[in-house]
Nanobody, 121 residues
Framework: QVQLVESGGGLVQAGGSLRLSCAAS????????MGWLRQTPGKEREIIAA????????TYTDSVKGRFTISRDNAKNTVYLQMNSLKPEDTAVYYC??????????????WGQGTQVTVSS
């Protein structure tokens, strides 16, 4: 079993920044690709950023490319999402997940409880 706990969400003005963290415990995730997902009411959860197990490869959905950065520290079992130039449309619940492969289209087996990010205009 893997437990994932997200933190760092909150309320921020448009143009601001937030850094989300995802702490993993239980069975190690250091050998897994990891991803950040987000979900807004009435929409399906989507993977917006993914990172391979070494941290050497990352990929992003077009809507966050150039603004968000995913990273990981395997020694700390933690994955991060640095979010800059935030827009009101980034408002969502953000989740981290252990992916079954590296990419934006893979299924995921474990995910956290989510952290709310609200961007005001």
């Amino acid at each position: 079993q893997v437990q994932l706990v997200e933190s760092g969400g909150g309320l921020v003005q448009a143009g601001g920044s937030l850094r989300l963290s995802c702490a993993a415990s239980g069975r190690t995730t250091s050998a897994s690709a990891m991803g950040w997902l987000r979900q807004t009411p009435g929409k399906e959860r989507e993977i917006i950023a993914a990172i391979n197990w070494t941290g050497g490869m990352t990929t992003y959905t077009d809507s966050v490319k150039g603004r968000f950065t995913i990273s990981r520290d395997n020694a700390k079992n933690t994955v991060y999402l640095q979010m800059n130039s935030l827009k009101p449309e980034d408002t969502a619940v953000y989740y981290c997940a252990a992916l079954l492969g590296f990419g934006l289209d893979y299924a995921y087996r474990y995910w956290g409880q989510g952290t709310q990010v609200t961007v005001s205009s």
